[in-house]
């Protein structure tokens, strides 16, 4: 009887420490995927934030030519 509670607890030991094991490497892999996102989070906030810049600038290019097009266009006298 005390032998079957000794390798019970043995057993049970074993398990504790392997799913101890599996906690740590679990939480060093978290760490690692969360600093991750960080930086994917970072380039795409500077590739959104480029990309604003961007439409600002091709709208004010598009008001320049039809500005433009506008001053200099003549009607022809038919």
Do not use: P, W, Y
Not at 7 to 26: A, F, G, M, R
């Amino acid at each position: 009887m005390l032998i079957c509670r000794k390798e019970t607890l043995e057993n049970k030991t074993c398990i504790v420490i392997d799913e101890n094991k599996k906690v740590n490497q679990l939480e060093k892999e978290n760490k690692s995927l969360k600093e991750k996102v960080e930086k994917l989070n970072t380039t795409l906030a500077k590739f959104i934030q480029g990309s604003k810049i961007l439409e600002n600038m091709f709208s004010c290019q598009k008001k320049i030519c039809f500005h433009v097009r506008g001053v200099f266009l003549t009607k022809k006298k038919v």
